[in-house]
């Protein structure tokens, strides 16, 4: 059982979740029925946050730290279906099912810190709130399109086109300077991330490297030309 420990109202980390679109739309009063039912969790790295099955009683923001999201396969192999950073929420569509049963397993990669935010809590204040409601079905299905993306790269594009895009997400928009990235996952994990085996992954840095597209140190990654790797993607 994780600890859960009450927020102070003036609370750094409550002032981050308050800029997430999912209580953004809230006024100031709904918030703060709400957040005084929030709760601070620290994590272990290795620690098991939830598995699939168990009751979903609550979502989680990530204040620090790194959680990952998978399954495993009847022959034992782990799926990493997407790995939750700083300043994003997870399993907040089970809020809105009528069965409310995790359906996936939550681990942490690295030491971390989540805000446990109540189901029931978050959906009666909805329930009383249309403008709300209508500010996050928006925001909803903007998140929405951006994974149907996300799948399309995973399911139709080559591997190397996967780790350009994935690369290339962490690019500011419109860059062509030289820009360094830092890979923010185990190898392993983000092979399991982008769909394709560990080697295949090495395999992609390697020729990239090669062609002069990438430098690699370590887990900094160095992108001399971004319009190169852009024709990367599809190839």
């Known amino acids: 059982m994780l600890d859960c420990i009450a927020m102070n109202s003036q609370s750094p980390a409550l002032h981050a979740v308050r800029q997430h679109y999912l209580f953004a739309g809230l006024s100031e009063r709904d918030f703060d029925g709400l957040a005084a039912q929030m709760t601070l969790s620290p994590i272990d790295k290795g620690e098991v946050l939830f598995l699939r099955g168990d009751t979903a009683e609550s979502f989680f923001y990530v204040i620090e730290g790194q959680i990952e999201l998978g399954l495993t396969t009847p022959t034992g192999e782990k799926k ?35 805000v446990r935010v109540p189901n029931q809590a978050y959906v009666e204040i909805l329930y009383g709130n249309p403008d709300a409601c209508m500010r996050l079905l928006g925001d909803v299905c903007q998140h929405l399109h951006a994974r149907v993306v996300e799948l399309e790269r995973s399911t139709i594009h080559s591997a190397r086109s996967r780790l350009a895009s994935y690369l290339l997400d962490r690019v500011p928009k419109g860059e062509i300077s030289p820009v360094t990235v830092e890979l923010d996952l185990p190898r392993h994990v983000l092979a399991s991330r982008l769909s394709i085996k560990p080697e295949t992954l090495s395999r992609c840095l390697r020729q990239l490297q090669d062609s002069g597209i990438l430098v690699i140190e370590d887990r900094n990654i160095t992108v001399p030309d971004p319009e190169r790797l852009r024709e990367q993607i599809q190839i």
Do not use: C, H
């Not at 997407?82 to 397993?105: D, L």
């Open 80 to 114: 990493v279906i997407e790995v939750f950073g700083p300043n994003r929420t997870f399993a907040e569509a089970i809020t809105f099912m009528r069965r409310k049963m995790y359906p996936a397993n939550a681990q942490a990669l690295v030491d971390s810190k989540l």
